[in-house]
């Protein structure tokens, strides 16, 4: 072998140990990135999860109320009527005088009460309606802690801490009644079956719950028929002219257009145009079907194309019309690949904010909606309400309300996935 030979031999492995170098490189690059990546998620999950594990719990306090006749001015045999015009909480608050007769000054006083979420009177006058007869006798009652309470008695009792906005005189009641046992720590069932409130102890996400689900349903109602209509249209029956092409084009870039933009046309179109009222799920509904048409329609185009010609050429030369050969043969085997794109948009329908806050969706719904009219408000915009409160006991349910709304977005895209595993064909 010449020197010249030798050299060229040398030369090309030099190149070939450059290029495994480089690709061993490139793959390491790619390894980090989904390190970091998956770092980033774990991260972002354990900082929510911390902060939002706490609100699925609630403090109360076992209190002993003796519901006296003489105090609140009825008895067993009272009417509703009569039951909702006596004096609850001045009935409550003399109980909790007589019980702790430390509080001395006014204002020892209504740090007292404080203690207490100041529903109690309302809660207390409800299970007299409810079952009168428990007018007097003694009952010991599990009552509902105020948020200062919950907040101390979960992170701040037994350190040194100054979490929580409990006072002194407040701190010494309390480690009073932790040491009699007197408070527990329960699972929060009124974070899953109240709806919103300004007291966080009592605020839910029933009633955006609820308003996300009717705006989903007026959403998928709307949005399938209409995406898979277009989508068959458009493969199957519409000529390819500068019409169509334009059509295509403008459905590829409504997909890419910020949802707000579809909020503001919402608010121009459906709101301020055709009169209809704000904050309601069926406007929801109408602005997210606008949003979602393009994503559906564009996979719905996707899993026609997927069907084999064959399959077409097979039914006409069996002497099907065109109509009879799409809805009879094609769509049933598109349909896996429509149903995952659905799922895909109704999930990304479920998690916007911006085009429900230009119609109104931000507003504060105590009441939990029966029917697409009733004013609502959705998961993410109550989210959004919660997250500019400074109270301590919102910023948890802020974080246990994102832990919802993940957990639903994970479990409908892992229902796509399933549906595509489970329906999809190979040719």
């Known amino acids: 072998m010449t020197d010249s030979q030798v050299n060229n031999v040398d030369r090309k492995a030099k190149l070939l140990k450059k290029r495994y170098a480089a690709e061993s490189r490139f793959k390491w690059y790619g390894r980090i990135s989904v390190g970091f990546g998956i770092a980033c998620v774990l991260f972002l999950f354990t900082d929510i999860i911390s902060k939002g594990v706490g609100a699925f719990t609630q403090t109360y306090i076992n209190f002993e109320i003796e519901f006296d006749e003489s105090v609140l001015g009825v008895d067993a045999t009272s009417s509703p009527a009569e039951i909702k015009s006596a004096s609850f909480g001045s009935f409550f608050k ?6 702790y007769p430390g509080a001395k000054s006014r204002k020892e006083k209504s740090q007292l009460y404080a203690i207490f979420s100041s529903d109690m009177p309302l809660i207390l006058r409800n299970m007299v309606l409810a079952d009168p007869t428990i007018l007097g006798t003694r009952k010991s009652i599990s009552m509902i802690a105020d948020d200062d309470t919950d907040v101390y008695y979960k992170h701040g009792y037994g350190n040194d801490s100054n979490i929580g906005r409990l006072s002194d005189f407040q701190k010494i009641i309390v480690n ?16 899953f079956s109240n709806a919103d409130s300004r007291e966080p102890e009592l605020a839910g996400i029933k009633g955006a719950l609820v308003g996300s689900l009717l705006t989903l349903m007026v959403t998928l109602l709307l949005s399938f028929p209409i995406a898979v209509a277009t989508a068959i249209y458009l493969e199957e029956f519409a000529p390819k002219n500068k019409f169509t092409d334009f059509i295509e084009v403008n459905i590829n870039n409504l997909a890419a257009v910020p949802s707000v933009i579809f909020g503001l046309l919402g608010l ?12 309601v799920p069926l406007i929801g509904g109408f602005v997210l079907t606008l949003m979602t048409l393009p994503t559906i329609i564009i996979s719905s185009r996707a899993a026609i194309k997927s069907v ?3 399959i077409r050429q097979a039914a006409m030369g069996m002497g099907a019309s065109k109509v009879q050969t799409v809805i009879h043969h094609v769509l049933p085997l598109a349909l896996p690949g429509m149903l995952t794109g659905t799922i895909i948009g109704m999930a990304q329908a479920l998690g916007e904010t911006a085009p429900l806050l230009m119609i109104g969706m931000v507003a504060f719904i105590v009441d939990v909606p029966g029917a697409v009219t009733d004013s609502a408000t959705v998961l993410p915009v109550q989210i959004f309400l919660w997250s500019d409160s400074p109270e301590r006991a919102f910023v948890e349910k802020t974080s246990a309300a994102i832990m919802v709304l993940l957990a ?12 595509r595993k489970r329906l999809e064909r190979r040719w």
Do not use: D, Y
């Open 94 to 99: 003399k109980q909790l005088r007589a019980a």
């Open 176 to 191: 009073e009644m932790i040491s009699n046992g007197a408070l527990e720590k329960r699972f929060n069932t009124l974070f």
């Open 268 to 279: 121009a179109v459906f709101i301020n145009f055709f009169g209809m009222p704000r904050s």
């Open 308 to 310: 084999p010609p064959s």
């Open 408 to 419: 639903f977005l994970i479990l409908m895209n892992s229902l796509a996935v399933w549906l």
